[in-house]
């Protein structure tokens, strides 16, 4: 069955909130990234292994914050390539 205009401006709609859904995906890539550059520089040049250890934790609470903040941008690619699919498929 052939798309209407509607479907076809839907999936056009769609795959511009997927490229969205990429640049935010990058860019939570990079402050991840920098945040653990950071902890790294902070680590490594402290000298009280109390602080040393404040700062691992930070690290590793920080980093699974931006782990599940990827892992839910890529669900909603994920979601919105699912309702892209139904539309061709209808």
């Given amino acids: 069955m052939a798309l209407t205009e509607s479907d076809r401006n839907n999936i056009a709609n769609y ?25 790294a520089r902070q680590i490594k040049s ?21 782990d ?3 892992a839910s941008v890529k669900r909603s690619i994920e979601g919105v390539k699912v309702r892209i699919q ?3 498929n209808n």
Avoid: C, P, W
């Avoid at 990058?26 to 550059?37: C, F, G, V």
């Avoid at 402290?46 to 699974?64: F, H, L, Q």
């Fill in 46 to 66: 402290t000298k009280d292994a109390t602080v040393k250890g404040r700062y691992r934790e930070s690290k590793i609470r920080e980093m699974n914050s931006y």
């Fill in 86 to 88: 139904t539309i061709k």
């Fill in 15 to 39: 795959k511009i909130q997927i490229e969205r859904y990429k640049v935010d995906l990058e860019r939570i890539k990079k402050l991840k990234k920098e945040k653990s550059e950071y902890y």
């Fill in 68 to 70: 599940n903040q990827i």
